[in-house]
């Protein structure tokens, strides 16, 4: 069986209809991921490539969990800013690396320009990042997890307070961690243990195991010297 099949896509832009590679089900199970929830796949079969469906008559790209509809006024600001210039190719067949970052890459000016979901945006950044760690391109992999970093605050701001979204908040903190910030990534990490209304005991146990992780690669006085470190054992 091969790993990648065909899906018929309408684009909400053109209401044309393309097709789009998916990788089957069978085929996505993660030989390893890494505490940010980055997989790590047989190259030829990665999911990840296949998250952004481009339209090749108009260029306009998105993911399966973006906007369904296109306003009239956002069209035209689509066409106006991007339309205008997309010369047809098509990225529905098999994808390589270098095709899949151009597809994160147009998604994520689509979104920009017709206002995408922030949850959305953030998750297309994020996985921007994951696409620079595999080339271990350190600094463009930390340029991008601060923009998802703070894509991910704000999608905690508008909504993360009222779901009590315990994956976004490790998520937040994982982020901080990753790009410097371990006090911050304290904070996060603390906020997930000891919120009592969060019950997901996966995101409880990784936030203690991600403040441990922090903890020994502290020196014994900025330990002794944090007004936090207490509160993930309460």
């Keep these: 069986m091969e790993p990648l099949y065909q899906s018929t896509i309408t684009c909400i832009c053109c209401e ?16 390893s991921r890494d505490s940010d929830f980055c997989g790590y796949y047989r ?9 952004v469906r481009v339209c090749p008559k108009c260029g306009f ?9 296109l306003a009239d006024a956002k069209r035209k600001q689509y066409y106006e800013q991007i339309g205008s210039h997309w010369k047809t190719r098509d990225y529905g067949g098999s994808r390589t690396p270098e ?23 953030a998750g297309i950044l994020h996985h921007i990042a994951w696409l620079y760690r595999y080339t271990d391109n350190k600094e463009q992999e930390q340029r ?20 009590n979204n315990a994956k976004l908040m490790f ?3 994982e982020l901080y961690r990753r790009v410097g910030e371990k006090g911050e990534a304290v904070r996060w990490f603390s906020r997930v243990v000891n919120d009592k209304r969060i019950t997901d005991a996966s995101m409880i146990r990784a936030s203690r195991e ?15 010297n944090s007004s936090e470190h207490g509160e993930l054992y309460a």
């Design 16 to 31: 044309q209809s393309f097709q789009t590679s998916r990788v089957r089900s069978s085929f996505k199970k993660a030989l």
């Design 43 to 51: 190259e030829d079969v990665n999911p990840d490539y296949y998250v």
């Design 61 to 69: 790209a998105t993911t399966e969990n973006g906007i369904e509809q």
């Design 99 to 121: 095709q899949a970052m151009a597809c994160y890459k147009l998604a994520l000016l689509c979104g920009q320009v017709v206002g995408e979901k922030e949850r959305v945006v």
């Design 144 to 163: 991008f997890l601060r923009f998802a970093l703070e894509a991910y605050v704000r999608v905690y701001e508008k909504e993360g307070v009222s779901l």
């Design 171 to 173: 998520l937040i903190g």
């Design 210 to 224: 991600q403040w441990q992780l922090l903890r020994a690669e502290q020196s014994p006085e900025a330990y002794l």
